[in-house]
């Protein structure tokens, strides 16, 4: 097979995994079927658990004792919070959070 072919069936064999990995909850669990309490808790934790372990990760190299002292990761973040407490949407907070990195990066 050439190298275009490969690269099209694997495309194609990652999207339709993909894919069903995220219709086949709807398909298991329908109007019919009640959730388990496991999934219900999991929902309900794990969105706070992934946004923290983001925070840890974003900020482990954070070395303040260097110039410029870790400005840029503490103004963005300052901004996704203040974004998140104002706008409450957390597309607009990441999105600003970010363009402000990276202006804050490429300025000091």
Do not use: C, W
């Not at 275009?4 to 064999?13: K, M, P, Q």
């Not at 669990?29 to 925070?55: C, E, H, T, W």
């Amino acid at each position: 097979m050439s190298s275009n072919l490969n690269t099209a069936v694997l495309i194609i064999a990652m999207s339709s995994v993909t894919i069903l990995l995220r219709f086949l909850p709807f398909l298991i669990f329908n109007n019919k079927r009640k959730m388990p309490n496991l999934v219900l808790y999991l929902g309900d934790v794990l969105p706070s658990a992934v946004i923290g372990m983001l925070v840890v990760y974003s900020l482990k190299d954070l070395n303040i004792s260097v110039y410029p002292h870790g400005l840029a990761e503490i103004l963005a973040s300052f901004v996704v919070i203040l974004l998140q407490v104002v706008k409450k949407n957390s597309t607009i907070s990441i999105i600003f959070a970010t363009l402000t990195y990276i202006v804050l990066v490429n300025m000091v």
